[in-house]
């Protein structure tokens, strides 16, 4: 009579094999394969691999804390194994299955802190993870898997409503080992990707617009078009800043990637219509504070605020005209635009005066306000600028 063999033994069977293969994308895919098929008991090979055996612990466990401290122990071990590989052993192939045995931890930590509302498993791996940072960075061979604690940690900080704390890593992270500028292109494609993703994330969250527009567009750029669900992830932050630089995305892009919500937002800020504005806003608010895009949609405000002034720009520069004035149409009475936010933002003078001086400041108008003639006068040349050349912190 044939013995059945026990899910649990062909898994370490298995793991202990492509270990010794050396074949990461076998390893990351059996990996995947015991999440969808959760291991059951049975004898482990001879010997014993440590890390699968962790893993198996851990999938008995279920959703637990005692499976928390499995996947922890795991991470743990496999790292321990990826730093002791003698120099000039080339250690790449342990990068994917890294990836999920640092994934795993985060995302079991997150379920379980949800069920007992608070942040004790998650905070606990944080400071793990910030552990294995460490003694990644500092080994130069090593600087991909340090990334991969990075990315972790990133997406710990966020969920945890920590931004904050991402910056010191980023810089480290920004310099390198001994002192080199990080190479984004000499990175395997899928962490490269995720890394620029979210700290372009994180410059979205300090308000940083150019250098979050720079780093989402070069993640978007390599991201593979099949994978729409990390396009769509890509662009809901990427859009805003673009928005915010003048640049209109169309309906088609919005729709395909499941950003039709924020359609109202768009046309709004492109008609000049604050009111519309306020009213998309109120409607999104809970989803831009979710994603962490809220301050860069809300100063979107601004560039409405100006595309309305240069409605009105025009129509005045037209009325002169017509009066025969044309000589004097950069030279525009402050009623009719007192008049404009007024009927848009419910401005009164003294806030519309506030509003007008605040967009010369920030270089979307070009001109200057002369109150004792209760005059705006403009430049005769491109008195509205292009929103990518305002004050970089606008």
Known sequence: MVRSRSPARGFQARFARLVEERDGRGLHALLWESEREPISAGLAPSPPDDVASEIVSAGRAG???????????????????????????????????????????????????????????QTKLVEAMRDHFQKLHRDERRREGALVACCELLRLYFRMGQASQCSPILKKVSQGQGGEQLDLEALPKALAVTLCFLWGKHSVMEGNVVEAEERLSWALSRCPPGAESNRRQILAYLVPCRLRTGRFPSMDLLTRNGLGWMQGLIKSVADGDV???????????????????????????????????????????????????????????????????????????????CLLAHLIHLGAVRGFISDEFRKIVFSKENPFPDPSKWCPGA
């Not at 520069?317 to 419910?346: N, T, V």
């Open 63 to 121: 959703k637990s804390e005692e499976a928390f401290e499995a996947l922890c122990r795991a991470l743990k071990l496999w790292i321990a194994r990826y730093l002791g590989l003698r120099r000039g052993v080339d250690g790449s192939w342990m990068l994917l299955p890294l990836l999920w045995l640092a994934a795993q931890p985060r995302r079991l930590a997150a379920e379980l802190d949800a069920k007992g509302q608070s942040k004790k498993n």
């Open 275 to 353: 009111r519309r504005f306020d009213e998309e806003f109120d409607l999104c608010e809970d989803r831009l504070v979710r994603d962490g895009s809220y301050l860069v949609v809300e100063k979107l405000k601004l560039l409405a605020y100006r595309n309305l002034a240069r409605k009105v720009h025009m129509d005045a520069g037209r009325r002169l005209e017509a009066a025969g004035k044309a000589e004097h149409r950069h030279k525009q009475d402050l009623a009719m635009y007192e008049r404009a936010f007024k009927w848009q933002d419910s401005c009164d003078a003294d806030e519309t005066l």
